[in-house]
């Protein structure tokens, strides 16, 4: 059973910092691309970022280039996401997904190419 379970979200002012981890189990994420989605409220849930299965490519969405960096650690089976110059846009539940296939060859930002899900973490930027 694939088990994905996030942490690291809470409560910062605009332009700080937070890092999301995603913990997997029952799958090795080396073998998967790994994504971060997000939700805001009365919204559609989006793509943010992307990470290729051997961590070769990443991906993100305009709105965080620049500001946040998605990394994976093979040896934690643990995905994360650093998040810089946060801006209270930013503010959403935030779910980490992995790759329905193994080694796909270009990063995906469709949610349809994920099966498994996390149960999401809250993000808040006060302003």
């Known amino acids: 059973q694939v088990q994905l379970v996030e942490s690291g979200g809470g409560l910062v002012q605009a332009g700080g910092s937070l890092r999301l981890s995603c913990a997997a189990s029952?799958?090795?994420?080396?073998?998967?691309?790994m994504g971060w989605f997000r939700q805001a409220p009365g919204k559609e849930r989006e793509f943010v970022t992307a990470?290729?299965?051997?961590?070769?490519?990443?991906i993100y969405t305009d709105s965080v280039k620049g500001r946040f960096a998605i990394s994976k650690d093979n040896a934690k089976n643990t995905l994360y996401l650093q998040m810089n110059s946060l801006k209270p846009e930013d503010t959403a539940v935030y779910y980490c997904a992995t790759d329905r296939r193994t080694f796909r060859s270009l990063t995906t930002t469709a949610e349809y190419e994920y099966n498994y899900w996390g149960q999401g973490t809250q993000v808040t930027v006060s302003s």
């Open positions: 990470i290729s299965w051997n961590g070769g490519k990443t």
């Open positions: 029952g799958r090795t994420i080396s073998l998967y691309a």
